[in-house]
């Protein structure tokens, strides 16, 4: 089954509901929560801190939002595409491919460290650096056009291999 949605119905729910939230902060004195967003970085450095201030006592700091629970994003986000692979008969416990070079295997981890050490120096998530942007800020611009340099450059090396 594919799923067919036009394209300008996206741009236009978009504007939409970005003119709705920017109207309701203007006129009517709402102020959104903290903006939190699908993050693979920030996520689970909020659910280690989170399970070290509840475990161990310590205090680190954790965004209000997250004070009483924690930050579920990540285990649900792993539970869901291991149910749905499980679903679709695309899971495999053995891999029928030849073992990867140990260059391949360093190579893994050095952009994976990398990876995740500049998401964090970033602010961990695309979408608050977008927020960034929107209010004006030249520091958030650099941040997001790294950003979308570094997704350029991975497809490129994914294309070559």
């Known amino acids: 089954m594919k799923l067919k949605i036009n394209p ?4 236009i729910t978009g504007f939409t509901i ?3 939230a ?3 902060q203007a006129f009517f004195d ?3 929560p903290q903006a939190y967003g699908v993050c693979l970085i920030g996520h ?6 989170w399970f070290m201030n509840h475990i161990f006592g310590m205090h680190l700091p954790i965004s209000t939002a997250f004070l009483v629970y924690p930050s579920l994003l990540v285990a649900g986000i792993t539970g869901g595409a291991l149910f749905s692979s499980i679903k679709s008969g695309e899971f495999k416990t053995t891999l029928k491919m030849k073992p990867a070079s140990t260059r391949s295997k360093f190579n893994a981890i050095l952009f994976g460290f990398l990876v995740a050490n500049f998401g964090l120096i970033v602010g ?3 979408i608050r650096t977008a927020l960034l942007v929107s209010y004006g800020s030249v520091l958030g611009g650099i941040m997001l056009a790294a950003i979308i340099f570094g ?3 991975a497809t490129l090396r994914l294309r070559r291999s």
């Not at 689970?44 to 801190?49: D, E, G, N, R, T």
């Open 8 to 11: 300008n119905y996206i741009v």
């Open 18 to 20: 970005g003119i709705a």
């Open 22 to 24: 920017a109207a309701a």
């Open 30 to 32: 709402v102020q959104p």
């Open 44 to 49: 689970p450095s909020i659910l280690v801190k």
């Open 124 to 126: 961990a998530c695309p």
């Open 151 to 153: 997704v350029f450059l």
